[in-house]
């Protein structure tokens, strides 16, 4: 039985500290000794100490991620964040490939997988970000495009235990049109399917595959039933802990 993981993504919010550490302390206590299901924020990469020290006060259970990270461990490379400093300020996790960094920065497959492995290799659990976009959907290219993306994403990665994939279809990112659970079934048993060729089964059987886009708390307790699907990476509904805390406890269920 894979537990579930149900992660916040706050992308670039809230925008004060003030407001960080009030919902973070919603968070918190309306998770106090949760242990039935994995809860994660991610904050923005300046709040990150103030939420590890937060979470240090309350004992939490909940773990902290970052958003992104830099492909070499220091040096001079003006804006960005080594894995280690991730793991210095009380990061379990990082989040890699998410679609805004692909499309609205540029992020190759080839860059997104030196990111892993230098993620990886410093100690840091990766949530690897896939998905199609609308066209590619329509296009009849989600498997291919998830493909590439696994298998490109995971070059030289030797072993999964240390990895989660959250797929995230683009067209449903951020827009309130969810994939119905079917959709995000089929996809998920696809990846799936393609780890365990490349892993092998156990690895894919042991392997967490979050859903995201437009998770809200009343499509989550679909969503997440199904088989396939073992947890959520919540953008919006991540940002007001009355809507995150009832999507992570429906990962009880
Ligand atoms: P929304 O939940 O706002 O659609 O965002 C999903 C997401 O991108 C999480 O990483």
Same mark, same amino acid.
């Given at each position: 039985?894979?537990?579930k993981f149900v992660?916040?993504?706050?992308?670039?919010?809230?925008?004060?500290?003030?407001?960080?550490?009030?919902?973070?302390?919603?968070?918190?206590?309306g998770?106090?000794?949760?242990?039935?299901?994995?809860?994660?924020?991610c904050?923005?990469?300046?709040?990150?100490?103030?939420?590890?020290?937060?979470?240090?006060?309350?004992?939490?259970?909940?773990?902290?991620? %970052?958003?992104?990270c830099?492909?070499?461990?220091?040096?001079?490379?003006?804006?960005?964040?080594?894995?280690?400093?991730?793991?210095?300020?009380?990061?379990?996790?990082?989040?890699?490939?998410?679609?805004?960094?692909?499309?609205?920065?540029?992020?190759?497959?080839?860059?997104?997988?030196?990111?892993?492995?230098?993620?990886?290799?410093?100690?840091?659990?990766?949530?690897?970000?896939? %998905?199609?976009?609308?066209?590619?959907?329509?296009?009849?290219?989600?498997?291919a495009?998830?493909?590439?993306?696994?298998?490109?994403?995971?070059?030289d990665?030797k072993e999964?235990?240390?990895?989660?994939?959250?797929?995230?279809?683009?067209?449903?990112?951020?827009?309130?049109?969810?994939a119905?659970?079917?959709?995000?079934?089929?996809?998920?048993?696809?990846?799936?399917?393609?780890?365990?060729?490349?892993?092998?089964?156990?690895?894919?059987?042991?392997?967490?595959?979050?859903?995201? %886009?437009?998770?809200?708390?009343?499509?989550?307790?679909?969503?997440?039933?199904?088989?396939?699907?073992? %947890?959520?990476?919540?953008?919006?509904a991540?940002?007001?802990?009355?809507q995150?805390?009832?999507?992570?406890?429906?990962?009880i269920?």
């Amino acid at each position: 039985m894979r537990k579930k993981f149900v992660a916040g993504n706050w992308k670039m919010n809230p925008t004060s500290a003030h407001d960080v550490v009030r919902l973070a302390t919603e968070v918190i206590v309306g998770l106090k000794d949760e242990g039935r299901v994995t809860a994660a924020l991610c904050p923005p990469f300046p709040y990150l100490g103030l939420l590890d020290t937060l979470l240090k006060q309350h004992k939490s259970q909940v773990l902290l991620g %970052g958003q992104n990270c830099y492909i070499e461990k220091d040096g001079a490379f003006t804006g960005e964040v080594s894995p280690a400093m991730l793991l210095d300020t009380g990061c379990k996790y990082v989040i890699l490939g998410h679609s805004e960094r692909r499309h609205k920065m540029g992020e190759s497959d080839a860059f997104i997988n030196q990111k892993v492995g230098a993620a990886l290799a410093a100690g840091l659990e990766v949530i690897l970000c896939i %998905g199609e976009t609308l066209a590619e959907r329509e296009g009849n290219q989600t498997e291919a495009v998830l493909d590439r993306q696994v298998t490109q994403g995971l070059a030289d990665v030797k072993e999964l235990s240390k990895l989660v994939i959250a797929y995230e279809p683009v067209w449903a990112i951020g827009t309130g049109k969810n994939a119905t659970p079917q959709q995000a079934q089929d996809a998920h048993a696809f990846i799936r399917r393609r780890v365990g060729q490349l892993y092998g089964d156990p690895a894919a059987q042991a392997l967490i595959i979050q859903y995201g %886009g437009s998770v809200k708390p009343d499509n989550a307790a679909t969503l997440l039933g199904q088989p396939d699907v073992d %947890g959520a990476l919540v953008g919006g509904a991540a940002l007001k802990a009355d809507q995150f805390l009832p999507i992570v406890r429906a990962g009880i269920l």
